[in-house]
């Protein structure tokens, strides 16, 4: 079982020192860092990098480091036991009743997310977080009085939160553990413990910044080794008490563990269902045959926006894939992102809703969103969603990074993407934000066509278990092309439109590739063969087998491309590009298009001054993604 | 003079009515938008976008529309005014006094970096600052009772502002007026004045969220025009009595004008220096000759950090060109943002500073600094830089963005660019964030080989009236290369080592300059001529004459790109690409460059592969450059 289900789930702060504790924490309980690997602490290929990454270490739960990160990570894991418990626990099974704690220091409360995620956590009633701030007063720049004055525990129940202060928390132990004990009575509150310390406490520097990112001098070190009952000749060194404390603790959690194995095995027989159901969304297997509820399109038919045809998919797998847990960051009219029979996630004695309810209602929380998904992921069980505008994706760009890189199975519904918002103008239409989501390791921005290709994005983003996928979709109608399938668009690319001995090649993307048909068909009447390639995903593509990719982009004619985004990167797949040179504009959608040139005629006018070119230029025209690397 | 200095300013939300509204008042108060404007709004190239853009209409003095922005926008603003007036209000001369308004609603209280800001302006004691909160209980979801149910007065009192209630500001248009009046009273705290509302007053539809985005119902727009006494059949039309009283206001500003411009006549006569300075800066010409202390290297001398050469670079100019006024999201030891004689930006009751302090303490808050940074560059007088990680520019691009948009003249000293940065490891080792930088219109992203191209990337950035600039500088040591020259820097790009008859080219930026060197000799050894071309802005260099860009990237042998971060959009000037296929790694930085093969001999294997497989290859090279379109 996922070791997120176990009593206690530890999310650390961002600080070095704090990922050090963890690391030496981890090694002490037992998991998998010996001490070698906490001497290598910091080099390349250790275990032990600079700030903890959930895909790369035993027992670090959630990749931080980037401020605020952490803490909005824990109130996805707050929710995601709130939302298992409500889902799986049975009258005698308290299967699943994990408190979530978090450390955090000033820095982590500073950053906006944070304020976004506690915030909605108040809101939501998560009474299993239990979040200690550690209140140093010292940040980078020095003491917090030259930035952060404010009344944080006045700030915190005004979010709704429980909130204790512990005096001394460099002496005082027993008040920590007090507090915590308090703290999980508390059931209708998430919990903040402000914990007084002195940073390098014990150090001839504690209280002052030098000891957050300078190692401390040798002397010193000798110093503190005493202050604390050490000898001070030996490194890397841990008694033999230490160890046998810490084995205690290890023994506690494996008899608890064992206790909590053998509940399983009860529930097992008395609700075998259930029983199954849990274990295969912990695993992270999808239900048998979900794919075959994916709408499919003819040609022509049923023509919709593509957020149209994500809420059709929606609507269509949301009864059979139960861990699909979804939302939207206040925009649920415009993004489509709830189903019908939806109930919302939300603590029952609003009346709005309840812990099973598979909804989050984000608020206008972008990157609290995209920090609570991460969240939700690392606990397990869920596949979570958000919807927004692509545009707004932009202001969660620091969760989604982190999950790529932590690997989290997170869903964007990325709606009006492009000019073809129209109206709402510059100000909100995405002109970087493609090439931006492009350009990050292990995500995947899909930009369907049509419906078939809307289908076949979900089908691959849901498949890709340890992958967080951008759906970039349309506010306007898309028509169901000719030569769409499923099949092809699962490839990332594939050729929509083929004609033998062509002049020309326009790969393009989305709401732009009926341009491109339109514009193939005008060329053909004039004697330009044009081929159409549809390129949904890149990254996607790029994994196909060399021999396929070829096949698409074949030697021959000149490739142009066609996008209503920067052109920026689009040098990758094509000899010539065509899109955006600078921002877009206010306007209803089609006169946006227009004033930009994006129409079948302008973009036939184009093609047939790149195919003449390369005819005079003479020589072979080789595929853009041959390569000498 | 700027509007900006004049008694009022306003901040719209970024609600369309709100920006109708915004409109409609211009129109009423006499800026340069007609009654065909209005009829105009939303449509093609009208001077009504769908969100007020600031460099577009007259009057619209931020460009807003992203939630969160507005009020962010409002605190540098009040920010400036601080500063302007502790620098040139004299005694008599109260030059420099004005109230920044702002109008906010639910979506921009849920936004972190509206929380970041708000908590920055309590500390700031930024008294001048009064916030309208529109609590109309509303959100594009619904009641905000699904997601947003914090105490707002309560959050604000915690951040240090005064707040005050409205409890009926439908009907009881006095206790709002009243409200302001008491705010304007407090010179030590921002103000929030929380309005309860209800969302489409008058309409049938009132109170619901169905008035948001939705034209109300013929009929009901009758009801509402007859209800508030004007005729239903008349459209876009003003009661001439409406108008006479806008105009009413309209003479009073201009009489308030006409009495500030006397004003600062006889500041002319009493303190012309500082008059001098006032307009100059207002205007936004920079001081003359300061460029003249820009520093100058010559090869292999005083090598140090880009992120060093910054700090030479702001030490050398800062006395000289005192609108610039900078900051550091809580990394000043490592960004090098703070010069030595610097006095901090801080209320002086604090004693840590005086508003007439040039750096900002603006605390772990990115996107905050960002969005401050955009409303001091609006104010006029001030020309805003601010410190980060490269990575953490990615939390602030929201506010990137609306930068660029805006064409607000800020800097971003973003150090510890790319896996140079070492031990911090992949969560702080920006990989993707270059392309996305590269990608947004009318933004600078600047990449410095050594000092003398730092001080081109100052000296372009500064003259850059309307572009904001990101300095992308390195943790590491950097040598100052032969033939760097701040001359050829500024144009973007060029050769920094030329050959005759090349067998290949290296184009590279930054950190990696010095390698593609280290490579070009090490080739010259095996008989592979190579050439060595530096890009340290591509914006930069696309804006030179064709002729000279194809100077640098003849055609006849290949070009390999050579950049610590993903290969994503290096097509366009290449056609081979070296980089990295993923994430960085956490290690000693020299270690790290080893793991991915970024070595002058590793770059020397490579390029001989590239060479040999165009020579092998055949037919002529042409430049990457060379287009149809």
Redo the contacts between chains.
């Keep these: 079982m996922s070791p997120n289900l176990c009593l206690l789930t530890v999310v650390p702060t961002?600080v070095r020192r704090r990922c050090a504790l963890h690391y030496i924490l981890l090694h002490l309980l037992g998991y998998k860092l010996s001490m070698d690997d906490l001497k290598s602490f910091?080099?390349?290929?250790?275990l032990t990098?600079?700030?903890p990454?959930s895909s790369h270490t035993d027992g670090i739960e959630v990749?931080?480091?980037?401020?605020?990160q952490g803490i909005s990570n824990a109130v996805g894991l707050a929710a995601a036991q709130a939302h298992m418990a409500a889902t799986f626990n049975k009258e005698g099974f308290d299967l699943i009743t994990n408190h979530t704690y978090a450390f955090l220091g000033?820095?982590?409360l500073?950053?906006?997310?944070?304020?976004?995620t506690c915030?909605?956590a108040?809101?939501l009633q998560l009474g299993n977080l239990i979040a200690l701030y550690d209140d140093n007063h010292i940040?980078?720049?020095g003491e917090t009085?030259?930035?952060?004055?404010?009344?944080?525990?006045?700030?915190f129940?005004?979010?709704?939160w429980h909130v204790q202060v512990v005096k001394d928390g460099d002496n005082n132990l027993e008040s920590i553990y007090n507090a915590i004990v308090e703290a999980q009575k508390v059931k209708d509150k998430p919990s903040l413990i402000k914990v007084h310390t002195t940073i390098g406490f014990g150090s001839a520097k504690q209280g002052t910044e030098s000891v957050h990112?300078s190692p401390l001098k040798a002397d010193d070190i000798v110093n503190i080794k005493k202050k604390f009952g050490f000898d001070p000749e030996q490194k890397f060194h841990v008694p033999d008490e230490v160890y046998a404390t810490y084995n205690a603790i290890g023994v506690r959690g494996a008899e608890a563990e064992a206790k909590w194995d053998a509940l399983l095995a009860q529930y097992a027989q008395k609700h075998p269902e259930e029983h199954k159901e849990l274990t295969r969304r912990i695993r992270g297997d999808l239900p048998e045959g979900w794919e075959k509820k994916l709408p499919v399109y003819k040609p022509g038919e049923k023509n919709a926006a593509s957020r149209k045809y994500s809420e059709i998919v929606l609507q269509a797998i949301s009864a059979g894939i139960p861990e699909l847990v979804g939302g939207?960051a206040?925009?649920?009219?415009?993004n489509l992102t709830r189903v019908k029979e939806a109930v919302?996630f939300?603590p029952p004695s609003?009346k709005?809703g309840s812990y099973a309810g598979r909804y989050f209602?984000?608020?206008?929380?972008e990157?609290?969103m995209g920090a609570i998904m991460n969240g939700l992921s690392a606990y397990g069980g869920i596949i979570p969603f958000g919807g927004t505008f692509l545009?707004?994706v932009?202001?969660a760009?620091?969760a989604v990074?982190?999950s790529a890189?932590s690997q989290h199975h997170v869903l964007w519904v990325a709606t009006h993407d492009s000019i073809g918002l129209g109206?709402?103008?510059?100000?909100?239409q995405p002109?970087?934000t493609a090439?931006?989501l492009?350009?990050?390791?292990?995500l995947h921005f899909w930009r369907p066509a049509d419906g078939n290709e809307t289908s076949a994005a979900y089908l691959f983003a849901l498949q890709a278990k340890g992958t967080p996928s951008v759906l970039s979709l349309s506010r306007q109608t898309l028509p169901n092309l000719e030569n769409s399938t499923i099949e092809h668009a699962v490839k990332g690319g594939y050729v929509l439109h083929d004609v033998e001995g062509e002049n020309l090649n326009i790969v393009s993307t989305g709401s732009e590739v009926q341009i491109a048909v339109a514009a193939a068909e005008l060329l053909a009447k004039e004697g330009v063969k044009t081929r159409v390639i549809s390129l949904p995903c890149w990254e996607v593509f790029d994994a196909q087998p060399k021999e396929y990719q070829l096949q698409v982009f074949r030697s021959g004619a000149?490739y142009l491309s066609l996008e209503a985004y920067?052109t920026?990167?689009w040098?990758?797949y094509s000899?010539?590009?065509?899109g955006?040179?600078?921002?877009g504009?206010?306007?209803?959608y089609d006169?946006?298009y227009?004033?930009f040139g994006i129409t079948g005629p302008n973009i036939a006018a184009?093609g047939k001054?790149?195919a003449?070119?390369?005819q005079k230029?003479g020589?072979?025209v080789?595929s853009?993604i041959l390569?000498?690397?």
């Design positions: 961002p910091r080099q390349v290929d250790s990098p600079g700030h990454e990749t931080t480091g980037p401020l605020g000033d820095g982590c500073q950053e906006g997310v944070a304020s976004e915030s909605l108040g809101h940040t980078i720049d009085d030259v930035s952060f004055t404010e009344d944080v525990v006045k700030r129940e005004a979010y709704g990112g939207s206040d925009l649920t009219g415009s919302d939300q609003t709005l209602r984000y608020g206008v929380r990157h609290g545009n707004f932009s202001y760009a620091g990074r982190l890189l109206e709402d103008g510059p100000t909100h002109i970087e090439i931006h492009r350009a990050i390791p292990n000149p920067t920026v990167g040098q990758k000899h010539e590009q065509y955006l040179a600078a921002w504009a206010s306007g209803p006169k946006v227009e004033k184009v001054k790149v003449e070119f390369y230029r020589g072979e080789i853009p390569h000498a690397i």
